[in-house]
């Protein structure tokens, strides 16, 4: 059966029938669409809904206040099919969601899964398309707009893989030598992203590449600034060899990425039958982390950084051997 809802969580909360968007009000309900979305058919316990919609103060009456948020959603989304699209199990609820048109999240998904598979077959150009097809599915943070801790541990992985695919996407254009039509999207990302050394790698590779070996040099200068100054360490080392291969006009400008580059990481497993094969991941140290100590979350970022790091070692020691191999290239 093929419901006629479109739910998009991939940006604010949103809820179309055809051309019309469903209008859901207050915002617990709200919080509720949103946790059952982003768990979407699995079930879900009252425990972790409460914890959605009141995080660690909720009311005496939240399992109560729950079912009457549960039963408003179930009319404002029954269709001609007259079947909710909300199941009650024993103290859980659950979401259907059997089309990946009908959830954004699971579109995007099998987009970056098929534009990932057009990279293994070397069709470099297909991969741009539909990777950038993926991309403008979002709208801004998953759930935006929806303040509660308990979300935030659920989106905080989707939005890093947002973050993973947009490299990813930047990495097979340049590999198709289009490097100077992303410098301009490559440096509004590195300015919202300061701290990801790949996007900085692949910034100063497309500005050398576009004739621009000064710019290039002068955002490796930025970026080692930037890291001493706020996280008082210094880029990865092969961030450096780059920086002097730069310096040294040693990068062919026919030179391209090489393939193992684009390779992506190992797929995640999401336990739940039904659901769209997920992006594979980036290795997380925490990928559930939410705190509020900034020494703590200092320490999680400088984490995240390190594992960071691994992939652009991929990227630049693949560059050193090769260069080894051809001295005159």
């Known amino acids: 059966m093929r419901y006629e809802h479109v739910f998009r969580i991939l940006g604010p909360l949103q809820v179309m029938r055809g051309d019309e968007q469903i209008e859901i009000s207050g915002i617990r309900r709200q919080k509720l669409l949103a946790a059952l979305l982003l768990q979407a058919n699995q079930v879900v316990s009252l425990g972790r809904l409460v914890d959605a919609m009141w995080d660690d103060k909720p009311p005496a009456s939240a399992h109560g206040q729950i079912r009457i948020c549960v039963s408003g959603l179930r009319r404002l989304l029954r269709g001609r099919e007259q079947d909710s699209v909300i199941e009650t199990h024993p103290s859980c609820y659950r979401i259907r969601v059997r089309d990946n048109e009908s959830l954004d999240l699971f ?36 759930a935006a707009g929806l303040d509660s801790r308990a979300l935030a541990s659920l989106v905080v992985g989707l939005n890093e893989d947002r973050l ?16 100077q039509q992303i410098i301009g999207d490559l440096t509004a990302f590195v300015a919202e992203n300061p701290f990801r050394e790949r996007a900085c790698a692949q910034l100063m590779l497309a500005l050398y590449h576009s004739g621009r070996q000064a ?27 780059l920086h002097q291969s730069i310096l040294d006009g040693r990068l062919s400008l ?25 992006v594979a991941l980036l290795p997380r140290t925490s990928p559930n982390a939410v705190t509020s100590d900034p020494l703590e979350q200092l320490r999680l970022e400088n984490d995240q950084l390190r594992v960071e790091r691994d992939g652009l ?6 560059w050193l051997n090769s260069k080894e191999c051809n001295p005159g290239a």
């Open 313 to 318: 070692r991929n990227i630049l020691s693949l």
């Open 164 to 179: 993973t695919v947009k490299e990813e996407y930047f990495d097979v254009t340049l590999k198709l030598g289009r490097y």
């Open 107 to 142: 579109k995007f998904e099998t987009l970056v899964a098929q534009g990932r598979a057009m990279v293994r077959d070397k069709q470099l150009e297909r991969a741009e398309g539909l990777l950038k097809s993926a991309l403008a599915l979002w709208r801004g943070p998953v």
């Open 215 to 241: 710019d290039a040099l002068e955002t490796f200068r930025t970026t080692r600034m930037r890291f001493s100054e706020d996280l008082g360490i210094e880029p990865a080392q092969d961030l450096h060899v």
């Open 254 to 278: 026919a030179e391209s990425l090489p393939r193992d580059v684009l390779a992506p990481p190992p797929p995640r497993s999401h336990g739940q039958q039904g659901r769209p094969a997920g």
